[in-house]
């Protein structure tokens, strides 16, 4: 896992931004697009500050959340298998990873590819500037050798980039199920959008967490140390110290659902009162136990998975799963 206190430090009070910075920023345009919404929503990747970065590490590592220990089995007991596929035939290959995070799962192949003479460049990609900073400093002196360039920013717009940096074939990581975390027509969208990144034989290595009993995913979202809790609050904390919001989050409650037919898990902020919320300039109005949606956990079948690859004009190859097959990491070839 990532050290997060060799990272940058939290930012300090918006007090010191000006008015019309913030006004001009993305995240606020987005905050106050989704908070005038009916229904209310927040986009998920705004969770990654550095304190959201903290708090997704302790997620990960609380007793309820599966995921990722069950991807973590099967880049441990697998990595010579899902190697073979990347290498192929031994030709130089670009390996971009779309949402790297601390790459703890990713750092078992980057390991074994450097062990084996595979000729690659690895290219993380994460909207997080704290993740690509902490991997451009550390991964070289963990993995002596590494060709490594990070890329801060948007997935759709550093895949651009990274596709062009060179003409070497390119394997695509999209890992901890992290296409979950859209509506199904929007995972399908994004599907296509990065077939059409890539060209006819590039490689993807995508996670999907898979349907199971409904506790248990449940539980995963709603862990008894209230770390998911804290993480999906944070949003409102982080609106509060980046966009001089005034959230009173005692005044929200967190609450997650699973619904078992369509696989959707999903989260939200409910207001506890009536009561009006100042972002700047702008005045949010919540009526008691009105709801903000906050983020999406879908869950899979196989069946689902290799549908969404043919739609997306891609050719399911293989399935890699862990030993109670509640995740898969599934390979598809761009045709």
């Known amino acids: 896992m990532k050290n997060i206190e060799n990272m940058q430090a939290v930012p300090m009070a918006i007090g ?44 990960m590592n609380c007793e309820e959340y599966y995921p990722t ?25 670009d390996l971009i990873e779309l949402g790297a995070g601390d790459a ?11 062990e084996n003479n595979a000729g ?5 990609i994460d909207i997080s500037d704290n993740v690509i900073s902490y991997l451009n400093i550390t991964l070289p002196v963990t993995l002596p050798g590494i060709k490594i360039k990070g890329l801060n920013g948007e997935y759709f717009e550093m895949l651009e980039r990274a596709a062009a940096a060179s003409n070497k074939r390119k394997v695509v990581l999209f890992l901890g199920s992290n296409i979950g975390n859209m509506q199904h027509d929007d995972a399908v969208d994004f599907c296509r959008n990065m077939r059409a990144h890539l060209s006819k034989g590039d490689m993807l290595l995508i996670g999907f967490d898979l349907k199971k009993n ?15 809790k ?7 904390e982080r609106i509060n110290r980046e966009l001089d919001g005034h959230f009173d989050i005692a005044k929200f409650e967190h609450y997650p659902t699973y619904d078992p037919e369509n ?15 100042n972002i700047g300039a702008e005045t949010i109005s919540f009526l008691k136990d009105e709801y903000i949606f906050m983020e999406i956990s879908q869950k899979f079948s196989v069946i689902q998975t290799n549908e969404m690859a043919i739609s997306s004009g891609f050719k399911p190859v293989d399935h890699f799963f862990d ?13």
């Not at 006004?23 to 106050?32: E, P």
């Not at 089995?73 to 192929?88: D, L, P, S, W």
């Open 323 to 335: 030993s109670r097959k509640w995740f898969t990491d599934a390979i598809w070839i761009a045709e």
């Open 263 to 277: 696989g959707a898990c999903k989260s939200y902020l409910v207001s506890t009162c009536d009561q009006e919320v």
């Open 16 to 59: 010191i931004t000006r008015p019309e910075k913030i006004k001009s920023s993305q995240f606020y345009l987005d905050v106050i697009t989704g908070l005038n919404a009916q229904p209310k929503y927040l986009n998920s990747k705004y969770f990654y500050d550095v304190v959201g970065d903290k708090l997704f590490q302790d997620l």
């Open 69 to 93: 220990n069950c991807e973590l089995e099967i880049f441990g007991e697998k990595t010579a298998e899902i190697c073979g596929a990347i290498m192929g035939e031994g030709d130089a290959f």
């Open 230 to 236: 804290k993480f999906n609050l944070n949003l409102l």
């Open 104 to 114: 703890t799962k990713s750092a078992y192949l980057l390991a074994y590819l450097l």
């Open 120 to 124: 690659f460049t690895y290219l993380p």
């Open 214 to 228: 409904p506790k248990t995913i449940l539980a995963a979202y709603n862990d008894k140390e209230g770390i998911t």
